[in-house]
């Protein structure tokens, strides 16, 4: 039983873990700044255009009520979130890609397999000791 905590708590700590939680904690956070966004700002600007509440429109026939403002809000909720999401993955991976660019420059200096000491890339001959360089 001992052992199965310990794997337990090996799992919990990886960082894969602990991000993943971290993205979902502010991503519940972000999703009630959106929602507050469209239920008090963007639905109430566009039900001026419709009379009303724009989370409020309802179509109601035979005794059914067809409540497309809730879902019409919704998607607006969903297309904000999906667009924000978007943008932070374009910005991460921007980042992630110039992180990799900048590790695979070739290192500008080299040292000499006979003195040890550093040398540009491009020397043919080691300045300290005079050493002939191989290619």
């Known amino acids: 039983m001992k052992k199965f905590f310990n794997e337990f708590k090996t799992f919990i700590s990886k960082g894969n873990v602990m991000d993943l939680a971290v993205g979902v904690i502010i991503g519940a956070a972000f999703q009630g700044v959106v929602t507050a966004l469209t239920d008090n700002i963007l639905s109430p600007i566009i039900g001026l255009f419709a009379g009303q509440n724009f989370d409020l429109l309802k179509?109601?026939?035979?005794?059914?009520?067809?409540?497309?403002?809730?879902?019409?809000?919704?998607?607006?909720?969903?297309?904000?979130?999906?667009?924000?999401?978007?943008?932070?993955?374009?910005?991460?991976?921007?980042?992630?890609?110039?992180?990799?660019?900048?590790?695979?420059?070739?290192?500008?200096?080299k040292k000499c397999p006979y003195c040890y000491s550093d040398i540009h890339m491009k020397a043919t001959r080691c300045p300290s000791c005079t050493s002939q360089l191989g290619e």
């Open 59 to 109: 179509l109601e026939a035979f005794g059914v009520t067809i409540a497309y403002g809730a879902f019409l809000t919704s998607l607006v909720n969903f297309i904000i979130m999906a667009f924000v999401i978007f943008l932070i993955v374009k910005f991460m991976n921007k980042l992630i890609s110039a992180g990799k660019n900048q590790g695979e420059q070739a290192p500008a200096m």
